[in-house]
C-alpha cells in the first residue's frame, strides 16, 4: 500500500518528477529517449536529485503515433524493473493511458500511475489502482494525441480553468467512487494538452482556481507555449524558460513538479529553501 501523503511528507516541497522517456521519439528529447537508454538516464536523473521517476513508453506529444499496450508494456517494465533493482528505494509512477500497461507496472513494482487520458481512455485505470493501493495522478486531456489539439477539444467557452476544473472534479469523482482514497490522488491541469498557447498562459495565470496547489502535480517543462514567448523554437533549448516557471509554481505551493532538467530544479529549490522562501 503506497501513501502519497506520507510520500509528500518526506520529501522537499515541490517534490520533484523526473521525466524518464522510453518512447524514442519523444518530444524533447527524439531519439536520445530511446528505451535502450532509459536506465541510464534514469539514474542520472536520481543521482541529480529526482525524488520520483515517472516513466512513459507512449509518446503523448500532440499528432504523436499511438502504440499498442503490448508494445508499451515491452518498454517500460524491463526499465522499471532494472531501477527497482539497483534502487529499490525509488518511487516509480508510470505514464500510460492503457489500463493493461497500468496493471503489468503495479505487478512490477510501481507505486503510482499518471493517467494523462484522465480515465476517459480507460476507467478501469482507476478500479487497478485502487485494488493495488496505488497511488493515482489524473491529468486533463481531450480526445487522443492525435486528435487534442483539433479546435473542438481547444474550446473553452467559460473560461478553461473552469472547465479543467470542472472535467478533472468529475475524474476526481470517478477515481473515489472506484475505491481510491482522496489523498491518494494528485490533479494535472495538462499544459499543453488540448489547450492552445494562450490557453497554457490562462491557465497558468488562474492555476488556483482549478484546484487547491497542494494537491496538483504540474508539468510545464520545455512546452511550446513557454517557447512561443520567448522564440526559442527548440524544446531542449527552453531550459531558462522552464526554470523560472518551475520556480514560481515552487513558490506558489504546488505539491510536485514534472520536469527534464532535475539537476537545474534541485539546485534552485536548495536555493529557496536556504532563503527561506520554502518549506524544507
Keep these: 500500500m503506497f501513501s502519497l501523503t506520507d510520500f509528500l511528507r518526506r520529501t522537499r516541497q515541490p517534490a520533484i518528477m523526473g521525466i524518464v522517456n522510453c518512447t524514442g521519439d519523444s518530444f524533447s528529447e527524439g531519439a536520445a529517449s530511446a528505451p535502450g537508454s532509459a536506465v541510464e538516464r534514469a539514474l542520472m536523473l536520481i543521482d541529480h536529485g529526482a525524488d520520483l521517476l515517472d516513466l512513459g513508453g ?3 506529444r500532440p499528432g504523436s503515433a499511438p502504440v499498442t499496450p503490448a508494445e508499451e508494456i515491452d518498454r517500460i517494465i524491463p526499465v522499471l524493473a532494472e531501477i527497482k533493482r539497483l534502487h529499490p528505494e525509488t518511487v516509480c509512477s508510470i505514464d500510460t493511458r492503457n ?3 497500468a496493471r503489468a507496472a503495479l505487478e512490477a513494482g510501481a507505486e503510482i500511475i499518471n493517467d494523462v487520458s484522465m480515465l476517459n481512455n480507460a476507467p478501469e485505470t482507476a478500479d487497478l489502482t485502487a485494488k493495488y493501493g496505488a497511488g493515482l495522478i489524473l491529468s486533463h486531456s481531450r480526445g487522443t494525441p492525435q486528435t487534442m489539439m483539433a479546435p473542438e477539444y481547444c474550446q473553452y467557452p467559460d473560461g478553461v480553468a473552469a472547465a479543467v476544473k470542472q472535467e478533472l472534479s468529475a475524474a476526481f469523482a470517478q477515481a473515489v ?7 491518494n490522488i494528485l490533479l494535472d491541469p ?5 489547450k492552445n498557447t494562450q490557453q497554457c498562459w490562462e491557465l497558468l ?5 482549478v484546484a487547491p496547489l497542494s494537491q496538483m502535480l504540474i508539468g510545464v517543462s520545455r512546452k511550446t507555449f513557454l517557447g512561443s514567448l520567448t522564440g526559442e523554437k527548440i524544446p531542449a533549448q527552453r531550459g531558462s524558460e522552464t526554470l523560472t516557471a ?7 505551493g504546488v505539491a510536485m513538479i ?5 539537476k537545474d530544479l534541485y539546485k534552485a529549490l536548495m536555493v529557496l529553501t536556504q532563503n527561506g522562501d520554502l518549506k524544507s
Design 246 to 252: 518551475e520556480i514560481i509554481l515552487a513558490l506558489q
Design 177 to 183: 467512487a472506484a475505491g481510491n482514497k482522496a489523498e
Design 190 to 194: 495538462g499544459f499543453g494538452f488540448s
Design 205 to 209: 495565470h488562474d492555476l488556483a482556481a
Design 99 to 101: 489500463a493493461a500497461t
Design 58 to 60: 507512449e509518446s503523448t
Design 258 to 262: 514534472r520536469t527534464h532538467a532535475v
